[in-house]
Each structure stands twice: as C-alpha cells, then as structure tokens.
C-alpha cells in the first residue's frame, strides 16, 4: 500500500526536488567553473542555499498530498517513527568502511508505503541522522538527496511477490549502496586535486571528465561503496520478508486510505 502517492500536485514538487539535486550534483561537468580549493570544496557559498532550498521542497510535497487528502495524521506519525528508527541506525554506523545498516529500512519502506514516502523518509532521516552523530557540514544536503532517491527508486520497482521480490530488493540494495557512494563523490570531486589522471578539468570534454570520474572512483570510494551495497542486501535478504509484512499489515490495519463514513442519525424513542 503506498502511503504518499504521487498525485499530481506532489509528483511535480518532487520531479522539481530532484531536479534542483541533479544540478547541484552536475552543474560542473556541463558548466564551466574556475572554483577551486579549500572555499569550493567546503561549498560555503551554496550548500548553505541549497539545504534553504531542500527543506521547503519537502515540506513541499507533503503539503501538496495534504491539499489532495492523500496524508493524514497517521501517516505523519508513521513517518515520524520511521525517521527516528533511520537516524538512529545511522548513529550505530555512521559510514564506517561504508557500512551503514540504515539503507536496507528506506529500501523496505519506499517499497511498502510507495515512491513519495521513500522520497521523504530518505532525506528526514538522513537529516536526523546527522544531528545525532554530528555529522552536519557542506556535505549533508547532498546526502538528503542522494538517500530520498533511494528511497524514492524502491518505491518504483516493477512489482512482484513472494521470493522474487526480496531478491530484487536485495539487487536494488546492493546497486543503490554502490551508487550513492558514486554519486556522492560529485560533491567534492570537481573542486579538488588528485593528480592528472583523476582530476576534474574544467571546461574539457563530458566523456574525459567522465572517464577520469571513473578512475577516481575505482581508485578510492569503491573500497567503501561496495561494502555499503553488501550490507544492505545481506538484511534485505535476512529481514525483508517479515519487515514487509509489518509494513504491509500496519497500513491495513491503519486504514490509511479508508474513507470517512458518517452513520446515518437514529431515533431513540
């Protein structure tokens, strides 16, 4: 049952999320930019912006499901909950090696409450995640967007039952683990120096930076990528079944889509 459907108010207000997180992830790979060092790798001049900008947009398509009844109380609740339990296992393994047991819960959820719940709970629970551990910095709006698409991707998976679909949740872990990684180094890799074969030139060609983009990856992030990727898998594989059907039976038992139906008045006599 998916709990934040994507009706058309809040579809357009996550198309236009993402798309602000697409350009703030690639801007330098298509325009050309002589930023460099210790100011742009910090991004003190835009990341502060852009949190500005992502939490309104947030909020954004929740209140755009809200104007359409198609949240509730209960389901913010439920977000609530979920958020919580996202930032605290973040605070448990906080990155280390690249293990970080907090993926596996959004996969879950995206994938029982739908695409705009796993786009929300991403980013809330990254967000809570980093006030626990202190891992606030340029570097936290970026992972509020890379972790709601995770989340968000989960929810838009063909649809399928039984075994097959916790083995295609375990893949999808296991590939999103490994591309957060990847596209989280594009925070800091256009600004930075890594010698000339793994270093961003501005102004060159797309394919050549994309080719050094790749070199860089291999060479370092990798080692923490796939453990990431491997971790997730391994508790989809392990708890996704029964964490599905908790899911699954708590929106059911909620009524979260249940209209409103009033008893006609009666004559007591």
């Not at 930075?192 to 370092?220: E, M």
């Not at 898998?233 to 029964?242: I, Y």
């Amino acid at each position: 049952m998916k709990l934040i459907l994507l009706r058309p108010r809040s579809t357009v207000m996550l198309l236009i999320a993402s798309a602000v997180g697409v350009l703030a992830f690639a801007w330098p790979l298509f325009f050309r930019t002589s930023q460099a060092g210790e100011s742009a790798i910090g991004h003190t001049t835009d990341a502060p912006w852009l949190f500005v900008l992502l939490l309104p947009l947030l909020v954004a398509v929740v209140l755009a499901e809200l104007s359409e009844a198609g949240i509730d109380a209960k389901v913010i609740s439920l977000l609530g909950m979920l958020a919580a339990i996202g930032a605290a296992l973040r605070a448990l393994g906080p990155g280390t090696a690249g293990l970080e047991p907090g993926f596996f819960l959004l996969v879950l959820a995206g994938r029982a409450f739908g695409a705009g719940f796993g786009f929300v709970l991403g980013a809330v629970s990254l967000l809570g995640g980093a006030m626990i551990s202190g891992g606030v910095g340029p570097w936290m709006p970026f992972q509020m967007f890379a972790c709601a698409w995770v989340g968000c991707l989960a929810g838009l998976l063909p649809r399928v039952g039984g075994r097959l679909e916790v083995l295609l949740l375990a893949a999808y872990s296991l590939v999103s683990g490994v591309l957060y990684g990847v596209i989280m180094n594009l925070w800091f890799w256009p600004y930075a120096t890594f010698g000339s074969d793994f270093s961003f030139v501005p102004g060159d060609q797309l394919a050549a930076n994309l080719h050094r983009y790749f070199l860089f990856v291999v060479a370092t992030s990798l080692g923490w990528d796939i453990p990431r990727g491997i971790l997730s898998a391994a508790l989809v594989l392990t708890l996704g079944r029964p964490m599905l059907n908790a899911f699954r039976r708590t929106a059911r038992k909620a009524a979260f889509e249940a209209p409103v139906v009033f008893e006609s008045g009666r004559t007591h006599g």
